[in-house]
């Protein structure tokens, strides 16, 4: 069912006094159901504990009242955000909406889509669903590209919710980070140290990144609490999500107006890039991503409401896909996949990554910057090795698998998955890379810097400050003798300083050359491979954008120059991380440059110039996950 859009300015007042009359109806005679009801400039979906206002003229959530308590800010709500057609002057950001679709309404269920057109064809469907018996807000997002003009980006997309204040001060996203947040005075008072980090009174700096999560971590829930309520994001199981597993994305943190919840339909965040469409070859390109549930909770305290969201949310996993949503783009039918992985004649840890992707294509060679061609599917191993991946989307597919402890990863290609059926893939076997004898290795292949020096503390902004003070004459690592935990920094990064300490004022940009230093006791020959992983790799350079910037190493043996590595951005150390996208590289040289007594390799930092850049992050920076020196002997 379609309805006119209204040109009438919206009031505030006219809804709160229609939603106190609604909700005297709801408790009087819904029962159990959900209902939609139509005033003249806004909309309102409710059952019996839950109600959602949203106003005609902005297509925004501006009420949403939980068991008597409304838990919006007054001067704020809930809506879209939009990052796309970097092209257009606004971002695309505020693009008004352009028709309502009811699209499904029963006693049950309550779905109702707002639809909004940016320019080259690409329209935005930001559907809102509410069930009975069930107090959450549901909300699932549907993008569509035609293919006119000269192609699309779509940089960002998620839905906000901006929670009362007054209500809600303490957040959590589970073991990894919980803790009250600096009330929006004071980041409204503060000094801004970088994008949405602010300095506050007491000197300690409040960053939205600190609250980022991993997709491929086991948790799923996230929220902001208060005195006896709180309001988590039950995600979803992110399939649409670009980068699939390896997504690192924002989750909630404070703002100088509100605190704010947020779930990403695309981030490209981290390195997972963004969905690039073309004319030629995109038109008629859809995606859904969702549903996730805003979940309203009470609770005795933080623990106990933490614990409801988790219960619930693994309830919601149970029932995925979910057969209340009946968009045509949210496939039902699903087929599953198994089997078995030896890593090097053994079972694969418990633990190890099994990752179906889309077939890897020109420009999305890897199943990490992977999100515009499909969707990817994922599981842990198990047992002996033992695998099984449910809930697929009936095509063809990659398997990627990533192992900890281990260099590079497995794939193998072509693989059909079929509707209600079960692909056996029976066992697989990865021999991961090794070109001969290790001779040492730093680091533990994890895709991240966590062993390192500051990467058990890396959910803290400004870290790479530290390193002139930790290390004035640069990292000089001796194999052997020397830590990883106290004498590796967690980042490879450039350095505004003067006089031995960061300055940002007056301070001048340097690249460090790292060291490292090993024995032998013999002359070698052979073939020598210097093995290199790369947890993330951050270069801002003024202008330039995106995949134009670039942050190298190059390398030398004993002073002869190897190969030299190059990556693109992903700003994962200035948005406090640990990791990025990953890459690995073999660099080969004559094992004859090897000689009896002390060999060094060096390290240097190289990066395009800074031009016009923020002093309050490194303009480059590399996190290393593991090196290892391998020679191969005749």
Known sequence: MRFSFRKNPFSFASVITSLAALLVVTNASFGDGVRLVLEEDHLTLANEVSAATFDFERHRLVSWVFDGQELLDNRADGFIQIYANR???????????????????????VDVAFVREISNSVVIHHHWLMRADDPALYNYIVVEYGGEGDGAVLDQINTALRLDPDLFNYASIGPAKQGYLPPPHELRDGEVVMDATFRVSDGTVDAKYDWTMDEWSKQRTYGLMGDGIGVFVLKDPAEHMQGGPSARHLSVHQTPITPILL???????????????????????????????????????????????????????AQWPYPWVTHPEYVHERGEASGRLLIDGQPA??????VLSPPPVEDQPNWQIMGRDGYQFWTRVGANGTFHIDNIIPGDYTLWAVADGYFNEYRQDEITVSANAVRSLGELSWTPPRNGKVLWQIGHPDRTAREFRNGFDYRNWGLWRHYPEQFPDDVDFKIGPDKERYDWNYLHTAVKEKDGVWNEEEGEWRLPEWTIRFDLDETMEGEGTLRVAVAGAAAHAGETTGEERWVGVDFALNGEPLESIRMPNDSGSSRSSIRGRYYHFELPFDAALLREGENTITLQLDSMPPRGIAHSFPYAGVMYDAIRLEVDRP
């Open 87 to 109: 092209h257009l002057p606004n971002g695309g950001q505020l693009v008004r909406p352009v028709e309502r679709v009811v699209h499904k309404e029963t006693d049950e269920v």
């Open 263 to 317: 779930r990403h339909f695309v981030a490209g965040h981290y390195g997972t890039g963004n969905i690039r469409l073309s004319a030629e070859e995109h038109a008629g390109w859809s995606k859904i991503g969702g549903p996730w549930a805003f979940f309203p909770v009470r609770g005795e305290d933080y623990a106990a409401m933490q614990a409801k969201a988790d219960a619930r949310s693994a309830e919601l996993d």
């Open 349 to 354: 840890p418990a633990g190890t990554l099994m």
